[in-house]
């Protein structure tokens, strides 16, 4: 059965603890209580001076940014992102979002539903 649903009526959780993560919320739009068994659907949205925790996991992102301007920081660099733009972090890759602007930074993010992130 196919699915639908609007954002809008998704409950944001706060990820913010004002040290490791700032201003920033996630969405689950799609996952398990879907019925998607492969794949996690998350919208995050980074306010301004928001930022995701550094960190590395065993599993793969997919990202697309739909609006606001950001950066995605690894161990080596700091790549600047904007709408449009689409991100592949590769597994174990130390790896930090952050909002480069005053305008709220949001971008979808797939992951492997095993995870439930």
């Known amino acids: ?20 993560v700032c201003n920033t919320t996630k969405q689950i739009l799609i996952g ?6 492969n794949f996690v659907m998350r919208l995050f949205v980074l306010k301004e001076g928001g930022h995701s ?13 739909l ?3 950001g950066r995605v920081k ?3 660099n ?10 592949y972090v590769p597994l174990m890759e130390k790896h930090q979002f952050l909002n480069a602007g005053p305008s709220p930074f949001e971008f979808l993010c797939i992951v492997p539903a095993a995870n439930k992130r």
């Open 53 to 65: 925790p550094s960190h590395s996991h065993p599993w793969e992102h997919e990202v697309f940014v």
């Open 1 to 20: 059965m196919i699915v639908k649903g609007k954002s809008r009526n998704v409950a944001a959780l706060d990820l913010s603890d004002g040290k490791t």
């Open 74 to 76: 690894s161990q080596d």
């Open 32 to 37: 398990p209580d879907q019925g998607a068994s």
């Open 78 to 87: 700091e790549i600047p992102v904007e709408k449009g733009d689409f991100v």
């Open 67 to 69: 609006t606001g301007k």
